[in-house]
């Protein structure tokens, strides 16, 4: 009996989170939905940042001023700054990473290598004519902050996790999400600050 | 001597396709449709699904000359610019591909699974391609006129829109990242502000299309798919409710605007 007992407590539980996790609308649009290579059912499990982000107004930088500021504080707080306090690679496997826009679509192999992506949506070095405009130029990028730790720091964090510093920024979380892992990112830090880089030429 | 022409700049186009640095395919892609604004390739697709139409076929050996794609049995002009819809038959909204299947299964016998689980291009799927083809041909400069009044309707427009807005993956993106602003490009390819009328037009009225780069026609259910594939979501199912809802909010977004279908992309 209390053996039964325990069961029917665990099923409520079970019960009562599910509904706290999905809402009607989750639910129908999960179900619209099929896991197919790499590219798995838990990638609609959305966190705190693309749930709120999956609302317009926030979207558009308006609407709970403090969830956003609790959203961009927890992502800060995932940042990792790299393990041996080294910054820079070399600028042109950066070059490389920001020309690739491969990787983790159902069609790709879990042993792809995923692609920066950069040039999708900024401009970088003015020779690539071929770059989106969904995110800033980042021609010159070095050439006009400077390499100052702050600038460095910075520049590390954005890359890192984007939503630190803007809760609904267009950016991938790139180090969060191991899109790219440290030593790539290094390489990108180069092209963007190296001054031997032709970015900042 | 025309087809000779036409038969080498779509070999030259495919090859510009594969160039990383195709620096005014824009341009030449504009320059390519006015050339050949006589003879889009979808022409054969749709040949094809004009014969499919009329051709008994199927365990009960009948044409789909009966079926209803929502302005009455057998009407093909306008039916396009118009859908999805609701249909009272099904007690469902639906668009072009999903009431084909219906037609398949109710007048000709056809099992809607085999053609949900069939692949883009293979199977019985591939003769709803054609017959999207033949169909969409017929609302040609139409004006885009998607009802959103049914509840049922209603309920697929809301979903639409938060499917559109709907967040996820390992790159946060939702179809909103790349098609929420205005004037926005990923490399080279302008992207439509889908959120605006005259986006939404742009996306809807030129969708299905004869898609220069990989050489073959793609539907609407083609076109979302490859979208989510590249957001790097699971794959929608075909003809699933998020695919219809995600019509909806477009085709209702875009009403007043031109269908100019099949459309010739990139």
Redesign the interface.
Known sequence: MKKLHLLVSAALVVVATSAVAQSK?EK??A??????GI???D????DD???F????VA?GGKGDAKKREAIEKANMATIKLPSDGKYFGDWKEGEKIA?SGRG????DKADTVIGGGC???HQINKK???????GPSLWNYGKIRGNSVDVVQYTWGKIYNA?AYNACS?M??IGH?K?LNEDQMRHVMALLLDPESPVNK | MKTIMKSALLVSLSAMAGL????SATDDIAKYREMIADGNPSELYEAAGEDIWQKPMGPKNATLQKCDLGKGPGVVKGAAAELPRYFKDTNKVQDLESRIITCMEKLQGYDPKEIISAGFEKGKRKDVEAVVAYVVTHSKGMKINVPNKHPKEKEMFA?GE??F??????????C???H??D???????DLPNI?TQKGAALGFGYWPAYRVSSGNFWTMQRRLNDC???Q??????YI????IALSVYMGVKANGGEMNTPGLKR
């Open positions: 609308f129908d649009h179900a619209s939905f099929n896991a197919k590219a798995g059912m990638r609609l499990d959305r940042t693309q749930k982000c999956s609302d317009p979207l020309q983790a679509t159902w069609t040039y999708n949506c690539e004519i071929s770059h989106g405009n969904i939503k267009n991938p979380r999400f899109l | 990383a640095l195709a620096q979903m938060k499917a807005y709907f967040q996820g993956g390992p790159m946060d993106f939702s909103a990242s790349c929420g602003e004037g926005k490009r990923i490399r080279l390819q959120t989510y594939r590249q790097r979501f699971p794959e929608p199912i699933s409710d998020v695919t």
